[in-house]
């Protein structure tokens, strides 16, 4: 059974760094592509950008590209969203999410349960 | 980026019944198009792929069709438990985008 763990949901201010986690079992986790996904409260999903965790080769959605960093080790099975500035735009739950299908042709077949993020002065 | 419409909104159904829900796509996302079922509190669950192919485990009630630009998912006999959020995605376009989501109620 394919499962993706998230870490735990966390509270930052403003301007703090943050670094949640996604650790997949239950396949080849070094054959897919892994992502993330943005939900705001209330709202719909925004796709933020993928990584294949063999040679951490990332590609990132033109609306995301430079606001995250998106790694891996593949050492662990983990992929890794990483903000260096938060901003309280960035309060939502993360999702990461196995894609599968050819580059730029993916659909997410499976999904971890979420990472809520919470940021307030 | 391709922008994908959802309608309606939000679909009122008495259980038993079916449900059409319709998504559009800005430009024409040939039969790359999933759609992900959401309930509260938790993760989208992958429904259907390539359109029309349903995923793992989904019932058979469940069925999508439409290429191009225009895309339905069906539900027929309407069960308790497919009261949710429905999301369309397109993956032939980059980077992958979302439609607004089709919320599923009880009449």
């Known amino acids: 059974e394919v499962r993706l763990v998230q870490s735990g949901a966390d509270v930052k201010k403003p301007g703090e760094s943050l670094k949640i986690s996604c650790q997949g079992s239950g396949y080849d986790f070094t054959n897919y592509w892994i992502g993330w996904v943005r939900q705001r409260p209330g709202k719909g999903l925004e796709w933020m950008g993928i990584?294949?965790?063999?040679?951490?080769?990332?590609r990132y959605s033109p609306a995301f590209q430079g606001q995250v960093t998106i790694s891996a080790d593949k050492s662990v099975s983990a992929v890794y969203l990483q903000w260096s500035s938060l901003e309280a735009s960035d309060t939502a739950i993360y999702y990461c999410?196995?894609?599968?299908?050819?580059?730029?042709?993916?659909?997410?077949?499976?999904w971890g349960p979420g990472t809520l993020v919470t940021v307030s002065s | 980026e391709i922008v994908m419409t959802q309608s309606p909104v939000t679909l009122s159904v008495s259980p038993g019944e079916s449900a059409t829900l319709s998504c559009r796509a800005g430009q024409s996302v040939r039969s790359n198009l999933a759609w992900y079922q959401q309930k509260p509190g938790q993760a989208p669950r992958l429904v259907i792929d390539?359109?029309?192919t349903r995923a793992t485990g989904v019932p058979a009630r469940f069925s999508g069709s439409g290429s191009g630009t225009e895309f339905t998912l069906t539900i027929s006999s309407l069960q308790s438990e497919d009261f949710a959020i429905y999301f369309c995605?397109?993956?032939?376009?980059?980077?992958?985008?979302f439609g607004g989501g089709t919320k599923v109620v009880i009449k």
């Open positions: 990584i294949y965790p063999v040679d951490s080769d990332v």
């Open positions: 995605q397109q993956y032939n376009g980059w980077p992958p985008t």
């Open positions: 999410a196995r894609h599968r299908g050819q580059l730029q042709r993916q659909f997410l077949d499976s």
């Open positions: 390539g359109a029309s």
